[in-house]
Nanobody
Framework: VQLQASGGGLVQAGGSLRLSCAAS????????MGWFRQAPGKEREFVAAISFNGKFTDYDDSVKGRFTISSDHGDETVFLEMTSLKPEDTAVYFCARAPWQAMGATPRLQDVYKFWGPGTQVTVSS
């Protein structure tokens, strides 16, 4: 599976961005998709996840109410709509796929995500 994230860029605080992650290659019977981010000098952290059936989502508290994860299985694409952006949201954002997950699973642990995209930079200026 190959993942490619896009949509990052430079935005002022309070602005919005929409990230996309397109998947290609082998498909699994069920999988979860997640977004993670890594700020300079910090470890990579969980941002959001969506279940295979799209019915369940999970968010880190720092983005809850501002970010929305969604998916379009027809196009094998997952999105992250980011609003009310803050300077502390500045990071490289990665999309990832966790194979062999239960239909409603929204895992947070990075270890279960076996496929990762190269990341896209999001910079929020104050």
């Amino acid at each position: 599976v190959q993942l490619q994230a896009s949509g990052g860029g430079l935005v002022q605080a309070g602005g919005s961005l929409r990230l996309s992650c397109a998947a290609s290659g082998r498909s699994f019977n069920s999988f979860a998709m997640g977004w993670f981010r890594q700020a300079p000098g910090k470890e990579r952290e969980f941002v959001a996840a969506i279940s295979f059936n799209g019915k369940f989502t999970d968010y880190d508290d720092s983005v809850k109410g501002r970010f929305t994860i969604s998916s379009d299985h027809g196009d094998e694409t997952v999105f992250l709509e980011m609003t009310s952006l803050k300077p502390e949201d500045t990071a490289v954002y990665f999309c990832a796929r966790a194979p062999w997950q239960a239909m409603g699973a929204t895992p947070r642990l990075q270890d279960v995500y076996k496929f990762w995209g190269p990341g896209t930079q999001v910079t929020v200026s104050s």
